[in-house]
C-alpha cells in the first residue's frame, strides 16, 4: 500500500515540473490585442515637389558649370591679350570678362510657374522667390501673385482715408473717371474737411514728380477733400500717397499750422486767391478768430507791411511779395514761439 501511494505521488511532482509544449488557449481571443499592420500612404504632392526642386538644381548645375566653362576661357584669353599689349607699351585692365546674367538667370516668371504646381505658387508668401546654388548669387523670379494686384489701405488717422489700387479693373474705371485714360495704377485720398494743408501737401508731391497725374477736389460746395493720383507704377502712387498722409498728420500735431509757398503754383492760386506774381502764407489755427487775432498781432508788430489778408472758415491767408511773406513767416514763427 505505500508503494502504490509513493508511486502516485512522485507521478503527481513529476506532471508539475513538466513544461507544456504548447502554449494555453485564451478563453476569450478577443481580450488580447493583435498586431497592427503598418499601412504606407504615398504623399504624391510631395514626391512631385520634389522632383520639380530636382530640376531646377540640375538646371542651376547646368548653367553654372557653363558659366565658370566661359569664364575660365576668357581668363585664358585675357591673360594673353595682356602679354602681347605689354609688348606694344599698351596698358590695359583685364577685369575678366563678366558672365552673362541672362545665363543664369534662366528661372524667370514663366520658368518658376511651370516648374512649381498652382498650389505651391498660391502658399508661397513672398513675392520674389529666391533659388541659389553654391557659388552662385541668387536669382530672383518675379511671381505674380494675387497680393500684387489686391487693393489696401494705407494706415491714417483722423478722418483720412488713403487706398491703392495697384491694378484698375474695368469696373472701377468709371469710379475713378478714367475710362478713356490707359493708367493702369491708381491712389485715392480723401478727408470729410477741407484744410489748407492739404493744398500745400499735393503741390509738394506733384513738384517733386511732375509725371503723375492728379485730380483735385477741394472746398466748393461740398467742403470735401479728395485727391487721386494715377500712374502706370503703383509703387510710385503707394510711395506719393504715403508721403503726403505724413506730411498731413505731422501737421495736425501742431496747434498752429503755417504754410508757406513763395512761388504758389496754379493750384494754390486756384483755391487760395494769391496773385500771379504774389506769396502766400496761410495761418491755421483751429478756427477763424484764432487764426485772425494771430494775424493781428502780426500787422500789431509791422504795421507797413502792405500785405493783403483774407480770412477763411478757420484760416487766414496773407499774400504779398516774397521778400514780404519771407519777413512775415519770421515774426509769425517768432509769435507762435511765445504763444
Given at each position: ?78 591673360s594673353l591679350g595682356n602679354s602681347i599689349s605689354s609688348g606694344s607699351n599698351t596698358i590695359s585692365t583685364n577685369s575678366g570678362s ?219 491767408t496773407v499774400t504779398g511779395t516774397s521778400a514780404q511773406i519771407t519777413a512775415v513767416e519770421a515774426e509769425l514763427k517768432t509769435l507762435?514761439?511765445?504763444?
Open positions: 500500500m505505500s508503494d502504490f501511494m509513493r508511486n502516485i505521488v512522485s507521478e503527481v511532482l513529476q506532471r508539475n515540473h513538466t513544461i507544456p509544449i504548447s502554449g494555453i488557449t485564451p478563453a476569450h481571443p478577443a481580450d488580447y490585442s493583435k498586431p497592427e499592420l503598418t499601412v504606407k500612404r504615398t504623399n504624391y504632392q510631395k514626391e512631385q515637389a520634389a522632383k520639380r526642386l530636382a530640376l531646377i538644381a540640375g538646371t542651376i548645375a547646368a548653367s553654372s558649370s557653363s558659366s565658370s566653362n566661359h569664364s575660365n576661357k576668357s581668363g585664358n584669353s585675357s563678366p558672365t552673362s546674367s541672362t545665363s543664369g538667370a534662366l528661372h524667370t516668371q514663366d520658368f518658376v510657374e511651370r516648374c512649381f504646381s498652382p498650389l505651391l505658387l498660391r502658399t508661397l508668401s513672398h513675392k520674389n522667390v529666391e533659388v541659389s546654388s553654391p557659388g552662385s548669387s541668387p536669382i530672383r523670379a518675379e511671381l505674380n501673385t494675387p497680393e500684387t494686384s489686391k487693393p489696401f489701405r494705407l494706415s491714417t488717422v483722423g478722418d483720412i482715408d488713403a487706398w491703392i489700387f495697384p491694378d484698375i479693373r474695368t469696373a472701377l474705371r468709371p469710379l475713378l473717371g478714367i475710362t478713356s485714360r490707359n493708367y493702369s495704377a491708381a491712389g485715392v485720398i480723401s478727408a470729410r474737411s477741407c484744410q489748407p494743408g492739404q493744398l500745400f501737401a499735393a503741390e509738394k508731391i506733384l513738384a517733386d514728380d511732375p509725371e503723375l497725374e492728379a485730380e483735385i477736389h477741394w472746398g466748393e460746395a461740398d467742403l470735401r477733400f479728395e485727391l487721386k493720383l494715377f500712374s502706370n507704377e503703383f509703387r510710385k502712387v503707394s510711395a506719393k500717397l504715403k508721403e503726403m498722409v505724413d506730411f498731413l498728420q505731422a501737421a495736425s500735431t501742431r496747434r498752429v499750422q503755417l504754410f508757406v509757398s513763395l512761388a504758389p503754383s496754379a493750384l494754390l492760386r486756384q483755391h487760395l486767391g494769391a496773385g500771379q506774381q504774389e506769396a502766400i502764407v496761410v495761418v491755421d489755427a483751429a478756427s477763424r478768430w484764432n487764426s485772425i487775432g494771430l494775424v493781428q498781432q502780426l500787422l500789431y508788430r509791422c504795421p507797413d507791411a502792405g500785405l493783403k489778408i483774407r480770412a477763411e472758415q478757420s484760416y487766414v507762435m514761439k511765445e504763444d
